[in-house]
């Protein structure tokens, strides 16, 4: 390990950046590059002699498939050739040793065990991978093992929830409904359930409606079994939060040059401001169509400012410079036709993007990558991306 | 694991079945080609609704921008559309079982019930699912079905599939209740081999064609819907050959002409790497591939969407 510990050496603005948090948090729906992204963000950062955890919570562990381990393990820390670790989060065994370990005792963490909702909930409950996510975040950060943390957040139709949703699992196990209502009924069983008059019991009396009584029942047991662990849970929560909020962490906010992503991304900056987070910038992927590699060096300047979107048209002109140059009239119609799309998707794309940035005002550092011509998904493919990280605007 | 060269599903009229649920990986595009199997379908004289599930009130489906949750909006003649959301959804039924507002909000709207509905097995997916196939039973005065197509657009693979298989699983396992015959009802309509189809949108990438095949796994193992298309969005065809190319590699650098060349090259080495995804596509996942062009204007609007439902007709109506 003492080999890539060295001297930090800020070779690119991304470098610099990434020598600045501590911790960098992707967020972002899914398809647009999360994952991609933290990975060529913790390539980086291992090149800047940090030590760095590509740490992620997708439960499709897309993380490992890319960098080409697709048969590792959750739960366990694995080193990549580039000198960086990754970690996949696994859920089921976090969430066994966290109730193990705040359990006040073995017979309560076997009867929390035995609950059909232990399983249940771990696989289904919305928000269960954020909450435990948080957990392990809060190990992660308590053990300091690392310089920086770059957190690839799941793939959910809506990118705050990795920081709404853990309250969530804490409102439902920490439910004042249950313990203090309903459990001394429920003990009972439904005999008193039917003839109770009070409101809470009303309330229940209507939920049975929808899921039977027992299912209920169950649920409100199991709940109730927490009695008493939450102390923890809320600390644990309040410190990672704190830890979010602070300076030395950066968040992104991952976009493709989609329409629909993009007016997200706005929104979700918005949002995350609002709520107190430090919004770093936005990680456009995909950005221009000239790929990196494709760039020549005569003169496209940086692809940021994409020259294609500037380029007037001009079919006449066109071909009459290729019937200069010999070229065949049918090939020079299907270059112009071709250049012609690629001009059009860049200009849109131009357009959007600038209004998004114009939208969020500015000192941010935002980034961008191009569009490969091949699809990336393994670890060459991946340092590509990692050399090809632009700061745009 | 199916067999690589497995044997395809055979191809079904997509556009006359009724209930239409449309998955794949997040970023192929469901919701644009939920919107071109509905508007083909449509342009048949069907009446189709797009129902695109939302699990946050924040985001809004692909027709739906601006729409409240829960609500049915016309796009244009007999294409409909609502955003379905948990919240939305699990108020509507709510009301059907509670059946007076009040009591509703009384039971619902505690805050802490609240987050005990949410933990009760997947009564949000159900309630979701099922909002989607009510509107598969809804009739209009004249007893004709209001819609005679439902399109679910749904979310990307985990969720997707876990609520798909939702009715089998509670028909198994929950205790025999209201949610159970519910589940059951549902399930009967997921799967009836007739009516209901299942497709799946990637694109000719890597994980995109690994969560397609994944889908089709699960949804054989564990939600038993009948199998419909593969929608390979987003294709490149090749349009230049390699000694086309070649007559670039001379021309001064800043020409125009240059960069025409740059483009073409580029284009077929995204064609060439989308190639080996497409072929593994159609080879290893059990369903009819049908596949959708690249679009490449500065909008996506109706024309563009049109164009995509026209090929959809082509392969997926009559005697496919």
């Known amino acids: 390990m003492e080999a890539c510990r060295k001297e930090p050496v800020r070779t690119s603005p991304a470098g610099a950046m990434l020598c600045d948090h501590n911790l960098v948090v992707c967020l972002g729906p899914g398809g647009v590059g999360k994952t991609s992204a933290t990975a060529a963000l913790a390539i980086v950062a291992a090149r800047e002699g940090r030590r760095t955890l590509a740490f992620t919570i997708d439960p499709a562990r897309r993380l490992a498939g890319a960098v080409g381990l697709s048969g590792a393990k959750p739960g366990v820390v694995i080193p990549v050739s580039d000198g960086f670790d990754i970690l996949m989060l696994d859920v089921h065994g976090t969430w066994e040793r966290v109730v193990e370990r705040h359990a006040v005792s073995r017979g309560q963490f076997e009867r929390i065990k035995s609950n059909r909702f232990y399983d249940y909930l771990t696989d289904n409950f919305p928000g269960f991978n954020e909450y435990i996510a948080v957990e392990k975040l809060h190990e992660i950060l308590t053990e300091q093992r690392y310089d920086i943390v770059i957190v690839d957040t799941p793939p959910t139709s809506y990118a705050l929830s990795f920081l709404e949703a853990p309250n969530r699992v804490l409102n439902l196990l920490d439910n004042d409904f249950v313990r203090i209502f309903l459990h001394p009924y429920l003990k009972l069983g439904r005999f008193t359930l039917r003839y109770a008059t009070q409101k809470e019991f009303f309330i229940l009396r209507q939920l049975a409606k929808f899921t039977g009584f027992d299912m209920l029942r169950e649920l409100a047991m199991f709940i109730f079994e927490f009695e008493g662990m939450f102390k923890g849970f809320r600390d644990r929560a309040e410190e990672v939060r704190n830890r979010l909020r602070a300076q030395s962490t950066a968040f992104f906010v991952v976009a493709s040059t989609d329409r629909r992503r993009l007016l997200e991304a706005g929104t979700t900056q918005k949002r995350l401001r609002e709520a107190g987070y430090p919004f770093t910038g936005f990680f456009i992927n995909r950005y221009c169509w000239m790929c990196r590699d494709d760039r020549p060096a005569e003169g496209f300047g940086e692809y940021a400012g994409c020259p294609l979107a500037h380029l007037e048209l001009d079919a006449r002109a066109f071909a009459a410079e290729a019937q200069a140059q010999g070229i065949p009239p049918d090939l020079a119609d299907r270059l112009h036709s071709n250049l012609a799309d690629h001009v059009a998707v860049q200009r849109r794309v131009s357009l959007e993007v600038s209004a998004l940035l114009s939208e969020t005002g500015p000192g941010f550092t935002h980034f961008t990558t191009p569009a490969f011509a091949d699809d990336i998904h393994d670890l060459p493919g991946l340092r590509r991306l990692a050399e090809a990280i632009r700061p745009l605007g | ?320």
């Open chain 2, 1 to 320: 694991m199916p067999e690589p060269d497995s044997v395809k599903a055979k191809p079904h009229d997509l556009l006359t079945r009724r209930f239409i649920a449309v998955t794949g990986k997040g970023g192929t595009g469901k919701s644009a080609v939920s919107a071109a199997i509905a508007f083909a379908a449509a342009t048949l004289g069907r009446r189709v609704l797009v129902a695109s599930i939302q699990r946050y009130e924040k985001t809004t489906g692909f027709l739906g921008a601006g729409a409240p949750a829960g609500e049915v909006f016309e796009v244009q003649n007999n294409v409909f559309a609502v955003n379905i959301t948990p919240k939305a959804a699990l108020r509507e039924y709510g009301l059907m079982i509670l059946r007076f507002e009040r009591l509703y909000r009384r039971v619902f709207e505690d805050t802490l019930v609240r987050y005990l509905m949410e933990a009760l097995p997947s009564l949000e997916e159900l309630v979701m699912i099922g909002k989607a196939w009510y509107h598969t039973q809804e009739r209009q005065e004249t007893g004709a079905w209001r819609y005679d197509t439902v399109v679910l657009d749904m979310q990307s693979t985990g969720h997707a599939l876990s609520m798909l298989s939702l009715p089998a699983t509670i028909t198994k396992a929950a205790p025999p209740g209201p949610l159970r015959s519910k589940a059951k009802e549902i399930l009967a309509a997921v799967t009836d081999p007739k009516r209901a189809s299942l497709c799946v949108v990637t694109t000719p990438e890597e994980t995109p064609v690994n969560e397609a095949a994944e889908i089709c796994e699960r949804n054989a193992a564990e939600a038993g819907m009948p199998p419909g298309f593969l929608f390979v969005n987003r294709v490149i065809e090749p349009e230049f050959g390699p000694s086309e190319l070649d007559l670039g590699a001379e021309l001064p650098p800043r020409a125009l002409l240059r960069t025409a060349f740059v483009c073409a090259s580029f284009r077929e080495r995204v064609a060439r790497s989308q190639s080996g995804h497409l072929a593994r596509a159609q080879r290893d996942i059990p369903l009819p591939a049908v596949i959708l062009p690249e679009v490449f204007s500065e909008e996506f609007g109706t024309a563009e969407l049109a164009a995509l439902s026209k090929i959809i007709t082509e392969h997926c109506h009559g005697s496919v």
